[in-house]
């Protein structure tokens, strides 16, 4: 993803707006947020989108980066980023809490039926056989999205331009064909789920839900609480899915608890309100 639709994914002070940092316990010295110029959200109609951001460059960044992670933030390229937007907080952090993770009758059969597939965490390193499996499902799922225009110097840039411990875990059939991959930071207290893509053909493997159960079981073998999921938003069918997973914990006000999906808040601005304009608007 990049913070400007079209552009270069570097923030230029053209449209940003300096912030004060983050009163959320976070300790960052010589770092600098910024907020983003208001669009149009990418998940929910007629609603305004605003992002707090800062770039990860110091020395310090795994660490920093693990602490942002735990308040809600994620990740792009060289950046971490968490939504602000005004009158609206439809946008949950949400992570599977390892330990407490047990099995449903939905998750037992999309276990069983990739049994057969086999898991390997590899070095972020873009290869062509990834980015075709990208392209392919970019084209299948989200065909009018900006990310289904990515070349593969973009597909690059996303897998590759990583301050932190980035990994990108590939999963193959007993023919060696990848059918399924995901891009992960490797956290202090367990994996941040980047992004994933599938054979969008083989519908009965679940193979999305099947790269998260992966990641479930990769925590425990590294003895890690936590699969980092992004946000949950009910009003997204793209989003809200993340609800159905065991275990989950929601990032609230008083830190993080248990799941319990809030009621819909609708914006009480206009998008015009929110300092931009959309589509007859």
């Keep these: 993803m990049k913070f400007r639709p079209g552009g270069n994914d570097k923030p230029n002070r053209a449209w940003l707006r300096r912030e004060t940092p983050a009163s959320d316990g976070l300790i960052a010295p010589l770092q600098q947020f910024f907020a983003t110029a208001a669009v149009a959200c990418p998940y929910i109609p007629a609603r305004a989108e605003r992002k707090l951001i800062v770039e990860l460059s110091a020395s310090s960044t795994p660490k920093f980066y693990d602490d942002l992670s735990r308040a809600g933030f994620r990740r792009s390229h060289r950046f971490a980023y968490r939504p602000v937007c005004r009158a609206c907080a439809s946008c949950v952090p949400v992570r599977i809490a390892v330990e407490?993770?047990?099995?449903?009758?939905?998750?037992?059969?999309?276990?069983?039926?990739?049994?057969?597939?086999?898991?390997?965490?590899?070095?972020?390193?873009?290869?062509?056989?990834?980015?075709?499996?990208?392209?392919?499902?970019?084209?299948?799922?989200?065909?009018?999205?900006?990310?289904?225009?990515?070349?593969?110097?973009?597909?690059?840039?996303?897998?590759?331009?990583?301050?932190?411990?980035?990994?990108?875990?590939?999963?193959?059939?007993?023919?060696?064909?990848?059918?399924?991959?995901?891009?992960?930071?490797?956290?202090?207290?367990?994996?941040?789920?980047?992004?994933?893509?599938?054979?969008?053909?083989?519908?009965?493997?679940?193979?999305?839900?099947?790269?998260?159960?992966?990641?479930?079981?990769?925590?425990?073998?590294?003895?890690?609480?936590?699969?980092?999921?992004?946000?949950?938003?009910?009003?997204?069918?793209?989003?809200?899915?993340?609800?159905r997973f065991p275990a989950l914990e929601q990032l609230t006000a008083g830190g993080w608890a248990d799941f319990m999906p809030p009621a819909p808040q609708p914006s009480r601005l206009t998008p015009r309100e929110e300092g931009i304009l959309v589509a007859g608007g």
């Design 100 to 243: 407490r993770f047990g099995h449903t009758r939905s998750t037992r059969r999309i276990r069983n039926a990739n049994r057969d597939l086999i898991g390997d965490l590899a070095p972020a390193r873009a290869t062509p056989e990834q980015f075709e499996l990208f392209s392919a499902y970019q084209r299948g799922r989200h065909r009018d999205s900006e990310m289904a225009s990515m070349t593969y110097g973009d597909y690059r840039g996303m897998v590759e331009e990583s301050p932190v411990r980035t990994k990108i875990a590939e999963f193959r059939d007993s023919s060696n064909h990848l059918v399924a991959a995901s891009l992960i930071d490797l956290l202090d207290d367990g994996i941040s789920a980047v992004y994933s893509f599938y054979d969008t053909r083989q519908a009965k493997r679940s193979l999305g839900t099947w790269s998260i159960l992966w990641l479930v079981e990769e925590c425990r073998r590294r003895a890690r609480p936590y699969v980092y999921l992004g946000y949950w938003i009910a009003d997204s069918p793209k989003m809200a899915y993340k609800a």
